[in-house]
T-cell receptor, first 111, second 118 residues
Framework: DAKTTQPPSMDCAEGRAANLPCNHSTISGNEYVYWYRQIHSQGPQYIIHGLKNNETNEMASLIITEDRKSSTLILPHATLRDTAVYYC????????????FGTGTRLTIIP | DTGVSQNPRHKITKRGQNVTFRCDPI?????LYWYRQTLGQGPEFLTY????????KSRLLSDRFSAERPKGSFSTLEIQRTEQGDSAMYLCASSLDRSRGPSNQPQHFGDGTRLSIL
């Protein structure tokens, strides 16, 4: 199973940038890094994904190190609604793309 | 809202009863996935369909579990003779496969059906 390592919890002040790290040292060349988040009592929500280049969308930015062994999800201006569990996952570009979730990082935005 | 829809949102039943959940994927999504999530854990893969074909089943999916997607649109997940350990959130997700769009189509999840076994 694809393995990622994330801190179990983090706090961030409202309005500040939240930087969530993820280690994926066993990632291979054809595997993408995906980030999802799950707000209490809801299903996981797709945030962003990337292969080797940094990516940005309306929700977040994804920074992937050059060796691709780690990445950081950045929420530029965190709001209280960003309080959630954030999951980093890597999956192959081939096959059925089933997602293997770990326990994620519980991010708490502090007012 | 044209997202993934799951019904019911909550189901409470007695041990030994059968239950069935329904998932309506995003229209035109030909892949459909079922996951199970227990308290404090991330979702775990159960099975997935490409159109009406069930292509993979996890070892978590015991003989008491059956999933169908008869016309390649909505799907049902049935649990027979429910047990206490079946209490969990059952999540459905859908996506396009790579042949119908850019590579690596993300999966989009519904809000799940929470099953409680008394």
């Amino acid at each position: 199973d694809a393995k990622t390592t994330q801190p179990p919890s983090m706090d961030c002040a409202e309005g500040r940038a939240a930087n969530l790290p993820c280690n994926h040292s066993t990632i291979s060349g054809n595997e993408y890094v995906y980030w999802y988040r799950q707000i209490h009592s809801q299903g996981p929500q797709y945030i962003i994904h990337g292969l080797k280049n940094n990516e940005t969308n309306e929700m977040a930015s994804l920074i992937i190190t050059e060796d691709r062994k780690s990445s950081t999800l950045i929420l530029p201006h965190a709001t209280l609604r960003d309080t959630a569990v954030y999951y980093c996952i890597f999956i192959s570009n081939f096959g059925n793309e089933k997602l293997t979730f770990g326990t994620g990082t519980r991010l708490t935005i502090i007012p | 809202d044209t997202g993934v829809s799951q019904n019911p949102r909550h189901k409470i039943t007695k041990r030994g009863q059968n239950v069935t959940f329904r998932c309506d994927p995003i229209s035109e999504h030909n892949r459909l996935y079922w996951y199970r999530q227990t308290l404090g854990q991330g979702p775990e893969f159960l099975t997935y369909f490409q159109n009406e074909a069930q292509l993979e089943k996890s070892r978590l999916l015991s003989d008491r579990f059956s999933a169908e997607r008869p016309k390649g649109s909505f799907s049902t997940l049935e649990i027979q003779r429910t047990e206490q350990g079946d209490s969990a959130m059952y999540l459905c997700a859908s996506s396009l496969d790579r042949s119908r769009g850019p590579s690596n189509q993300p999966q989009h999840f519904g809000d799940g059906t929470r099953l409680s076994i008394l």
